[in-house]
C-alpha cells in the first residue's frame, strides 16, 4: 500500500508526539525514559543547569527554523495562491491557513534576529534543533496538507514550462485584486473566529518575549543588580528586590557575560503561568485548529504535538523556577492556567 502526504505527516506526528506522552506519565519506572526525552528537550538556562553537553549546539540558530518557516511558508502560499485562482474556493482555505502561519513566522523571524541576542553560553540539544527543522517544514504542509503535492506538482511544472520553452508557453494567468478578496468575503464564521483567538495569541505571545528580553540583571562586585524596565512596563520597582536599580540599554542576553542571577518575570500572563509565551503558541495553533474547521485528522494531530511538547517544556521551566526562587508565586501554574 503506497503511503501519501498525508498519511506521512500523521505518522510523523504521531510518533513525536508519543514518546513525550510516555515520558510525561507518572510511573518510577519511566524516569530513565523521561530523562532522554528532557535531555531532547533542554535548552537555554535549563541547558545551563544541566550536566549534559554532548551533542549540543548554540541556541542562537535558532533563526534557522524562522529563515526556513518564511522560505516554505511562502513558497507554498504563492503555489496554492495561484492554484485557487484556477479551482476558486476548494482551495482558498488552505491558503488562509498558510496566511496565519506566514503571520506567525515573519514575527517569530523579526523577533529571533531584531529582538533577541543569545548569548554565547545559551545551548540546545542537537536533536531538539532537528525536529525544530522538522516542525517548521511539517506544519506549512500540514496545512495544506489536501492539496500540498498537486500545489508542488502545478508550480514545478510552471517553472519547468518557463525554463525550457520560455513565457510564451506559460498559462495566462489574468490577476485582480477582487479574485484575491472576494475569497476573504466568503469565509465562514469559523474562519474568523479562529483569526480572532489566533491574533490574541500572537499579540500576547509578542508581549510576553518583550518581558523576557527587557529584563537585564547584572551583579555588581558589591552585589548590587541593575535592572531594566521596558517602556511602558506593567512592573514597578518594588518588584524587584535590588538595592539600586538602574537603566540599561540591551537585552539581558546582551550582557549575558554579566549575568549571574535571573529575576521572576512580571506582567501579562506571568502572573498566572510560568511559561505564558508555550500558553499563547498554544492559543495561536488552537486558531489554525478552529479556522480549519475542525475536521482534518492532520491539523489534529498537529495540534497534539504542539500541545504534549509545549507543555512537557514548561513543566521543566516551571520545576526550574521553582527550585531557583524560595519566593516564587504560589498561585503561578506552569501552562495552564488553573490546572497545570
Not at 518557516?69 to 476548494?90: C, D, F, K, P, Q
Not at 517544514?137 to 518557463?162: D, I, M, R, S, Y
Not at 472576494?182 to 518581558?211: D, T
Not at 480549519?292 to 516551571?318: K, Q, R
Request: overall charge neutral; glycine content about 6%.
Amino acid at each position: 500500500m503506497e503511503l501519501g502526504l498525508v498519511e506521512l505527516l500523521r505518522a510523523a506526528w504521531i510518533a513525536g508526539t508519543l514518546p513525550i506522552l510516555i515520558a510525561s506519565l507518572p510511573c518510577s519506572w519511566l524516569g530513565s525514559f523521561h530523562g532522554l526525552v528532557l535531555g531532547f528537550a533542554r535548552r537555554g538556562k535549563i541547558m545551563q543547569s544541566s550536566s549534559h553537553h554532548k551533542f549540543i549546539v548554540p541556541q542562537r540558530i535558532f533563526s534557522h527554523f524562522y529563515v526556513v518557516a518564511v522560505a516554505w511558508t511562502t513558497l507554498l502560499l504563492l503555489v496554492t495562491s495561484l492554484m485557487s485562482l484556477e479551482n476558486g474556493h476548494r482551495v482558498w482555505l488552505s491558503v488562509f491557513l498558510l496566511l496565519l502561519m506566514e503571520v506567525q513566522v515573519l514575527r517569530r523571524l523579526f523577533e529571533t534576529v531584531y529582538v533577541f541576542n543569545y548569548s554565547t553560553s545559551a545551548r540546545m540539544h542537537i536533536c531538539g534543533y532537528l525536529t525544530g527543522l522538522f516542525f517548521y517544514t511539517a506544519v506549512p504542509l500540514t496545512l495544506c496538507c489536501t492539496f500540498a503535492p498537486e500545489a508542488l506538482k502545478f508550480g514545478t511544472n510552471e517553472v519547468f514550462q518557463f525554463i525550457v520553452k520560455g513565457t510564451s508557453s506559460m498559462q495566462d494567468i489574468e490577476f485582480h485584486w477582487r479574485d484575491f478578496i472576494n475569497p476573504f468575503l466568503k469565509l465562514g464564521w469559523c474562519q474568523w473566529i479562529g483569526a480572532v483567538i489566533f491574533l490574541w495569541g500572537w499579540i500576547h505571545q509578542h508581549r510576553c518575549h518583550a518581558i523576557l528580553v527587557s529584563i537585564t540583571i547584572s551583579l555588581s562586585p558589591v552585589g548590587r543588580c541593575n535592572v531594566k524596565l521596558p517602556k511602558g512596563s506593567l512592573w514597578k520597582l518594588d518588584d524587584f528586590q535590588c538595592n539600586e536599580v538602574k537603566l540599561l540599554d540591551g537585552s539581558l542576553r546582551e550582557h549575558a557575560g554579566k549575568v549571574d542571577e535571573y529575576v521572576i518575570p512580571r506582567g501579562d500572563w506571568f502572573e498566572i503561568v510560568s511559561s505564558p509565551h508555550y500558553l499563547a503558541e498554544i492559543i495561536i495553533y488552537s486558531g489554525m485548529v478552529f479556522a480549519s474547521g475542525g475536521a482534518d485528522l492532520t491539523i489534529w494531530l498537529l495540534f497534539g504535538f504542539v500541545v504534549s511538547n509545549l507543555v512537557f517544556a514548561a513543566a521543566e521551566t516551571h520545576r526550574w523556577y521553582l527550585q531557583k526562587f524560595d519566593n516564587y508565586p504560589s498561585n503561578r501554574v506552569a501552562i495552564i492556567p488553573f490546572l497545570c
